[in-house]
């Protein structure tokens, strides 16, 4: 969400947050992505997720879009329409997502020449290679942040991880059932780790 405040300020922020959705947005995690909504402009998200949409984008990514707000009419890049003849250009020629959410610029484009191949983020990025096998939830973010640690408690682990302790207590639970994950009681705190043989696994996915 940092994009949407900071990209108000650097056109290409906002044209880089869109090329990405549209090659990676089957990598994210809608209900984290909802969580974050008040800490940036839901309504400019709102506009790149349906303009990353239209240019093959994930659909789900539109679940996102209900929890969003309308702007009231706004310049997009307000630094660059301190003239009252830009103003009118941004206003005539707002790019149709943009103008839909109540902001106005020509254009929102994607960078094509400044991304990665899948192959490379996903050898880069450990996380996005486990939301890629497990899916975009909870259980690829929990196991992600189980690989970093050889004993933690749940509270601690969904802290870490982002979500709240429901989710991921009864994410747990599957995984110790399933003997994917150990656990041990340590005074009234049950710490749990991954099985050595599935995080050698899961260190070594092939993506």
């Known amino acids: 969400m940092e994009t949407t405040t900071e990209g108000r300020s650097n056109p290409r922020l906002i044209s880089a947050m869109a090329t990405w959705l549209v090659h990676y947005g089957d990598l994210v995690c ?35 879009l209900k929890k969003c707000k309308k702007a009231n009419g706004e310049f997009l890049y307000p630094h660059l329409c301190k003239y009252k003849v830009v103003q009118e250009y941004q206003i005539e ?15 929102i484009g994607t960078k094509e020449d400044a991304m990665h191949t899948r ?27 189980l690989l970093g640690n050889e004993e933690i408690s749940i509270r601690q682990l969904a802290a870490a991880a982002g979500y709240s302790y429901e989710p991921v207590y009864s994410e747990i639970k599957r995984l110790i059932l399933n003997k994917i994950v150990l656990s041990r009681a340590e005074g009234r705190k049950l710490l749990i780790s991954l099985g050595q043989p599935f995080k050698g696994f899961l260190a070594h996915i092939p993506v």
């Open 119 to 145: 192959d490379y983020v996903l050898e880069e990025n450990q996380n996005l290679a486990l939301r890629a096998v497990f899916g975009p939830g909870a259980r690829a973010d929990i196991l992600f942040k």
């Open 30 to 64: 809608t209900k984290r992505l909802l969580s974050f909504l008040p800490k940036g402009n839901s309504g400019i998200l709102a506009a790149v997720i349906e303009y990353a949409i239209s240019k093959g984008a994930d659909p789900k990514l539109a679940i996102v």
């Open 93 to 107: 020629n707002a790019e149709p997502h943009l103008k839909k959410w109540g902001y106005f610029a020509s254009e």
